[in-house]
């Protein structure tokens, strides 16, 4: 699952011939992507996102220090909306979607990701689009702040407040990691 996140001072979204279906002031737009490999077994991939998403410290403390509360310490809203074409490439000028998840499977995840999202934080917090549905969505988006999280990229040591020196262990040895793939294939490519 991937999800992009966009702290905003207001965000709206409407459904074609509907009108306004959610819309937030202060709090967190999050767009969400389901993937094929999300629904053999998405709960792991939902608690994850969620629990990033809710403790995630995007805004600043009441004395205006950055970085210091979340929308969950805040009891801010979110506005979630489902958007298969996260998961899309453009390896050629058309979009190729093919990563996304099938309609129904995505939309039972859809449904269960909304469900979380209201145990984790309330009904009242979670405002939601219409899944498959034609949408505009308007934001200001207060920063700017945008992040992107994707659950097939999480690390293996987590930590419920997301902090911890398992998880920077864990980020050094992936960094060390990618580092020598980029000399290997440095080095092939010297050969051609």
Partial sequence: MRVVLQRVKSASVSVSGTGVVGNIDKGLLVFLGICERDTENPQPH??????KVSTARLFPNTEGKHWCESIKSLGLPILLISQFTLHGNLRKPKPDFHHSAKTLPA?????MAIGEFKRELGDDR?????????MDVQLVNWGPVTL???S?????TYFEDGVGDGGKKALGEKVGALAADVVVKTEWLEKL
């Avoid at 939309?107 to 449904?111: D, G, L």
């Avoid at 097939?152 to 293996?156: H, R, T, W």
């Fill in 46 to 51: 939902l608690h994850w996102l969620i629990k």
């Fill in 148 to 150: 992107s999280l994707d």
């Fill in 107 to 111: 939309r039972e995840i859809w449904n």
């Fill in 152 to 156: 097939a990229n999480k690390s293996e």
């Fill in 126 to 134: 979670v405002l939601t689009g219409e899944f498959g549905a034609d």
